[in-house]
């Protein structure tokens, strides 16, 4: 069993950064793998990124790639979303989530919401033009 609970979020500028944080509890956070999805009002959910439970694979949406990077902290139970040079349409709830059942690479398998099975609440981000 796996509680997320995501932190960080906020209202900021086009062009800034800001980095999201989802604090994990129990002992299978260190042999998942974790994702952040967003939610946009009115929009399906979608994939942002991924990482292993190691940290050496990591998988991004193309509408992040060199903007946004995951990282994980296993001794502190926790996962980052460093997002820089933010835009409006990166509006959105963000989410965290965890799949251990296919811990060690990221792949295209990734992207799908069923592969993981904890979620947080989520964390609203704000760009504003």
């Known amino acids: 069993q796996v509680q997320l609970v995501e932190s960080g979020g906020g209202l900021v500028q086009a062009g800034g950064s800001l980095r999201l944080s989802c604090a994990a509890s129990?002992?299978?956070?260190?042999?998942?793998?974790m994702g952040w999805f967003r939610q946009a009002a009115g929009k399906e959910r979608e994939f942002v990124a991924a990482i292993s439970r190691t940290g050496g694979s990591t998988y991004y949406a193309d509408s992040v790639k060199g903007r946004f990077t995951i990282s994980r902290d296993n001794a502190k139970n926790t996962v980052y979303l460093q997002m820089n040079s933010l835009k409006p349409e990166d509006t959105a709830v963000y989410y965290c989530a965890a799949d251990p059942n296919n811990p060690w690479e990221v792949n295209t398998r990734s992207r799908g919401a069923a592969e993981y099975d904890y979620w947080g609440q989520g964390t609203q981000v704000t760009v504003s033009s």
């Open positions: 129990g002992r299978t956070f260190s042999s998942s793998a």
